[in-house]
C-alpha cells in the first residue's frame, strides 16, 4: 500500500500578507530548510515569481522597463550565487548573421543567381523618370548654385530680313513632316573637274601642343567666294539643260543643317523658267565661319570686342585658308584636270582647290548640280585620295573650358566632344560639305591664339583626320534626312511663282525658336514664306515691299 499523503493546515497570519514566522516551527513538516525565499527554476521565467513592489530598480546593467523592476532579484542579499551565475551567463542568438551587399563576395554571389524576369516597358519608364528626376535636380542645382549672381540676358540675334508685325499670314503648315523626312539619292555624277591640288604634307600629322607649329599667312594666294548665278561653269551646263537645280556646296549644306544652326543667315532663290538657282549675297554670312554658334556661354555683344561673334567670324575665317594651305607640300607640282579654275585670271597665284560638279538626280523630271570643293590630295594605297582641309579655332580656354594645350595630348577625343557641343552646325556642315565633294578623309586642325587677347597671331597645336560617313554617324548627321529637308525646299520653290526668293533663317533670341522664312521679291510685293522649326510650323505671308 502507498503511504496516504498527509496535507498540513494553512497558518492563519492577522499581521500581514504570507505565512507568519511561526508557521514553519509549528508545521508538522519540520524538515524543510529555514529562511530560504521562493525562486523560481529558471531566471527568464516571470509565472509564480514574487513580487516586491517596495524595493526601487537601482541596477543599470538590467533592463530600464519599470514593469521589470518588480521581478528583478538580481541585487537580492538572498540570492548569494547570482553574481556569478550572471557573469557566466550568454544569450545565444540562433539567427545568421547578415551578409554584407557590397564586396567581391557579394557580387559573384549575385551572379549566380538568375535575374527575374520583368516587363519591359515598366523598366523602360523607370529608366525614363529617373533620367527627367535627375535632368531637373541637375537643373535645380544649378539654379540654386547661382541664386546670388545676376542672371545673364539670352543673347540677341539680328535677322537679315526686317519682320513688320503688320504682315497677314496667308497659310500655315505643320512643319512636323519635316522633321520625319528621308529621301535617299542615288550615286552622283561627275560632270566635270577644274582647278589644281597640292598634295598633303602628312608631317603635320605628327604636330603636338609640345612642338607645336607657327601658322602662317598667304597673301599672295588668291581665294574665291563665288555664288552660284556668278560662276561661268554653271551657266554654260544650265544653258545645256544639264539639270534643273544649281547651288553649291555651301549653300546646300547650309540648307542640310539647317535645324542645327543658331545664327542668322539668308539664301536668295531665283525661279527662272522651270530652273531654280540657289545663291548668297554678296558679304553674306555664309562667307564666315561661326565660332561658339551652340554653346551655352553667350559671346559678348560689342562688335568691338575681340572675342565678338563678327570678329570671331573673320578670325576664323582667316584662319581657315591659312591652314588648307600650310600644311601642303609647296613644291610647285600640283595634280591638274582638264579645264583651270573658272575664277582666276591668267598669270594668277590662287589656292590648292579643285571644283567638283556633281550631279544628283531627285526624281525623274527634277535633277540638282552643286559645285563641290577639295583642297588636297595624297596618295592611298596606290590610288588618288581627295581630302578637304578645315580648322577649329581656340580663342580662350575661358569660354570653351578645356585648355586645348592640356587636353590634346592626353585627352583629344574630350577636345573633339567640347567642340561637338559648341560648334555644332559649324562641324556638321563641313561634314555635308565632305561628303558632297565625294572626300576620302576630311583633316581637321586645332589651331590656337599664341595669347588669349592677340588675334593676329596663332599656332597649329595638332591634325586629326576623319573618314567623313564615320564621323556623319558619330555626330549623329544623318543623310537620308539631309536629302530630305533638301528636296522639301526643292518641292516648295517648284511651286511657286517666276522671281526671286529670300529664304531666312532667324531667331530673336538664343531662347527662342528659329524662323526659316522665304520670301518672293517681284516688283511691288514681297512672298514670305516661314518655317518654325522648333515649333514646326510654316507660314506663308505677303507684304508690301518698298524697293
Known amino acids: 500500500m502507498v503511504e496516504a499523503f498527509e496535507v498540513s493546515g494553512v497558518p492563519f497570519n492577522p499581521d500581514g500578507w504570507g505565512p507568519p514566522d511561526c508557521a514553519i516551527t509549528t508545521t508538522t513538516n519540520s524538515n524543510l530548510p529555514l529562511n530560504v525565499p521562493f525562486a523560481p527554476f529558471s531566471r527568464s521565467e516571470k509565472l509564480g515569481r514574487i513580487a516586491d513592489w517596495t ?79 535627375a535632368r531637373r535636380d541637375r537643373q535645380y542645382n544649378m539654379n540654386r548654385s547661382n541664386v546670388n549672381m545676376p542672371r545673364r540676358e539670352a543673347a540677341v540675334f539680328k535677322s537679315s530680313v526686317d519682320i513688320q508685325p503688320e504682315w497677314n499670314m496667308l497659310d500655315q503648315i505643320l512643319f512636323s513632316t519635316f522633321s520625319k523626312l528621308s529621301f535617299t539619292v542615288p550615286e552622283p555624277e561627275d560632270l566635270l573637274f577644274c582647278g589644281a591640288l597640292e598634295t598633303y604634307d602628312r608631317t603635320v600629322d605628327r604636330i603636338t601642343p609640345k612642338n607645336e607649329r607657327r601658322l602662317e599667312r598667304f597673301k599672295n594666294r588668291n581665294f574665291f567666294r563665288v555664288t552660284t548665278s556668278d560662276d561661268p561653269v554653271i551657266r554654260r551646263l544650265a544653258k545645256e539643260d544639264k539639270a534643273t537645280v544649281f547651288t553649291t556646296d555651301t549653300i546646300l549644306s547650309t540648307l542640310m543643317c539647317a535645324p542645327r544652326s543658331v ?14 538657282f540657289f545663291d548668297k549675297r554678296d558679304g553674306s554670312q555664309l562667307d564666315f565661319l561661326t565660332v561658339h554658334e551652340t554653346s551655352q556661354e553667350p559671346l559678348p555683344e560689342s562688335k568691338d570686342d575681340i572675342n565678338s561673334a563678327h570678329l570671331l567670324g573673320l ?104 567642340e561637338l557641343k559648341n560648334n555644332a552646325n559649324k562641324l556638321a556642315k563641313w561634314t555635308a560639305q565632305a561628303l558632297l565633294a565625294g572626300a576620302d578623309m576630311m583633316k581637321l586642325g586645332y589651331v590656337s591664339r599664341v595669347h588669349p587677347r592677340d588675334h593676329f597671331n596663332h599656332v597649329i597645336l595638332a591634325v586629326n583626320g576623319y573618314k567623313p560617313k564615320e564621323f556623319s554617324s558619330q555626330i549623329n548627321l544623318n543623310q537620308a534626312s539631309m536629302w530630305g529637308i533638301v528636296k522639301a ?59
Open 489 to 547: 525646299i526643292v518641292d516648295l520653290c517648284m511651286k511657286l511663282k517666276e522671281g526671286k526668293y529670300v529664304l531666312n533663317h532667324y531667331r530673336r533670341t538664343s531662347k527662342l525658336n528659329p524662323l526659316l522664312k522665304m520670301a518672293w521679291v517681284q516688283s511691288q510685293m514681297l512672298l514670305l514664306l516661314m518655317w518654325r522649326i522648333t515649333r514646326l510650323k510654316l507660314k506663308l505671308k505677303r507684304v508690301s515691299f518698298d524697293t
Open 263 to 276: 545664327y542668322s543667315w539668308d539664301i536668295v532663290v531665283t525661279r527662272v523658267g522651270n530652273k531654280l
Open 315 to 418: 578670325e576664323a575665317a582667316y584662319i581657315n585658308q591659312n591652314f588648307s594651305q600650310q600644311v601642303l607640300v609647296r613644291d610647285g607640282n600640283k595634280l591638274t584636270f582638264n579645264e583651270p579654275n573658272p575664277f582666276a585670271n591668267e598669270g594668277e597665284e590662287v589656292a590648292s582647290v579643285a571644283y567638283r560638279y556633281r550631279r544628283w538626280k531627285l526624281d525623274s523630271e527634277v535633277s540638282l548640280v552643286a559645285r563641290c570643293e577639295v583642297q588636297s590630295v595624297m596618295e592611298v594605297n596606290n590610288q588618288r585620295s581627295f581630302l578637304t582641309l578645315n580648322a577649329l579655332n581656340e580663342f580662350d580656354p575661358k569660354y570653351s573650358g578645356v585648355d586645348w594645350r592640356q587636353k590634346l595630348e592626353t585627352q583629344r577625343g574630350a577636345v573633339l566632344a567640347n
Open 55 to 133: 524595493r526601487t530598480f537601482n541596477n543599470p546593467s538590467r533592463s530600464k522597463n519599470p514593469s521589470d523592476a518588480v521581478f528583478d532579484f538580481s541585487n537580492d542579499d538572498s540570492f548569494l550565487g547570482n553574481a556569478d551565475d550572471d557573469s557566466t551567463f550568454r544569450l545565444v542568438d540562433g539567427k545568421p548573421p547578415p551578409r554584407p551587399k557590397f564586396g567581391p563576395k557579394w557580387r559573384f554571389q549575385q551572379q549566380r543567381q538568375l535575374p527575374h524576369r520583368r516587363d519591359e516597358e515598366v523598366e523602360a519608364k523607370k529608366r525614363e523618370a529617373e533620367k527627367e528626376r
